[in-house]
């Protein structure tokens, strides 16, 4: 592989692996990872610590999967495998938020990362998932519905939107992955028992 590739796919995954909700909750002295979901998240440290730490949270998560992905379209703008490197790229993002080298490898559940992630590469599709995140976190109360509903319609949007197979592909690998990390939330979904956002309630 290229060296500038390999250095894009390695940066890719520290910058992903950025814990900002940790960094940012540290000034409260509570740490995040033993309290309420334990999640490193933007909607633990919301609930945790308010609002507008939650946003910063959600903003930082965003930009680092947003941000590789740039920074990588511009320094490969003319090699060959341009779409094989942004793609795993991105999937190095995803996967350095959910397993950060400076956690030991024990991270959040990439939602805001991999949407940053699009924003870059299918700007549309992520607008309208974003869109049935809000619409379902609204209508249920629930975070973890939103994330999950959410992340499932990128890949009808990006169908729809017909963009090239590789940017369906890496999307279904980020979906699979989330899903994955919401396992838990699935089954209390499922049996009744997952806290709703309404009664800022840590699940």
Known sequence: MHFTALACFLGSYLVGAIPFGLLLSRSSGIDIRTQGSRNIGATNVARLLGKKMGALTLVGDLLK??????????????YPRRDLVIALCGAATVLGHMFPVYLRFKGGKGVATGLGTFFYLAPV??????????????????????????????????LVLQVPAWKFWLAAFIVLLIWGKHRQNISRLLDGSEKSWRNKANG
Do not use: D, E
């Open 65 to 78: 999967g947003l941000l590789p992905m740039l920074v990588t379209g511009q320094l490969l703008a003319a």
């Open 125 to 158: 599709a992520a607008l309208g998932c974003l869109l049935v995140f809000l619409v379902t976190v609204s209508l249920s109360g629930f975070v973890s519905l939103g994330s999950l509903l959410g992340s499932l319609s990128m890949l009808v949007l990006l």
